[in-house]
């Protein structure tokens, strides 16, 4: 039974990416929060669960340790897999994906500011992707196992941001510095607030960011991202800027949408 209806289909295309409340099923939010707790120590230093002073200004980084348990092959390899599927399009994605949490900690300064951007998968600073490559992924998942509250460092996006970098790599497909973006204006980012259980799907070309942590909580985000099976697709999409290239599951909107 699909999880999506077609209004929801319509929106990513349109938005670039779909917020699924309560995907994941409470157990698996509250395994998934276990999960992230039990690893923290390696990743951030000195943080006690049991103490929120210790959480302040604390810079986690990812912890990749999740990536293969039992766990992400239940959650990441069919819940969230499933509906990712729902809007890529059936068999089309590779089911594991890299998955990893993302602890965003509170902050001393709780004057609360709008974070800046970046673009996946291009060159930026010591990502590793170097000029003229792309680190290529097609849809990413980000899931939340704590409660996020309004500027309590979200996930952010800019809807819409993915057709504005695909018409910029219509000419230019690999002339970008992910950090930089390219020229335009993006408008304003959306605060992703939501529940343990919800689920944000965003298109590869998003902008996006973690939002500054004004809160009093640690914002606990598990994020993973597919790629189409057949990386010759990914990759003629890429080079033609075409957003939707091997996406069967878009709805045809008249636009770029559903292509081969
Ligand atoms: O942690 C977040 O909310 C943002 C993550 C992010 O920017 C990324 O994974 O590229």
Redesign the pocket.
């Known amino acids: 039974m699909p999880r999506l209806t077609v209004e929801d289909r319509e929106r990513f295309v349109e938005d670039g990416y779909l917020v699924v409340r309560g995907l994941l099923e409470p157990e698996d939010a509250r395994e998934g929060l276990e999960l992230v707790w039990e690893h923290m120590p390696k990743h951030a230093e000195d943080v006690d669960r049991d103490d929120p002073a210790t959480w302040i200004d604390k810079r986690g980084g990812n912890i990749p340790d999740i990536g293969q348990t039992p766990y992400a092959k239940r959650v990441v390899g069919e819940r969230v897999f499933d509906v990712a599927e729902e809007l890529v399009g059936a068999g089309t994605l590779r089911r594991g994906g890299g998955f990893l949490a ?1 602890p ?1 900690f509170p902050r001393a300064d709780t004057d609360w500011r709008p974070a800046r951007g ?1 673009l ?1 998968g291009y060159p930026a600073g010591a990502n590793g992707v170097t000029l003229g490559t792309v680190g290529m992924f097609t849809v ?1 998942a ?1 899931m939340y196992v704590s409660s996020v509250k309004p500027k309590g460092g ?3 996006v800019w809807p819409g941001s993915h057709r504005i970098h695909a018409d910029y790599f219509r000419t230019y497909p690999l002339d970008v510095n992910g950090a930089d973006g390219v020229h335009g204006d993006l408008g304003e980012g959306v605060e992703f607030i939501g529940e343990p259980g919800d689920v944000c799907f965003w298109h590869h070309w998003m902008w ?4 500054m942590n004004a809160g009093d909580d640690i ?1 606990l ?1 598990l ?1 993973t991202r597919y790629s189409l099976q057949d990386m010759d697709v990914v990759r003629r999409g890429v080079a033609d800027g075409d957003p939707w290239k091997g996406w069967s599951g878009v709805p045809d909107l008249g636009t770029q949408a559903a292509r081969p």
């Open positions: 993302k965003n970046h996946d990413a980000t979200g996930f952010t996006h960011t973690a939002g914002r985000a994020i």
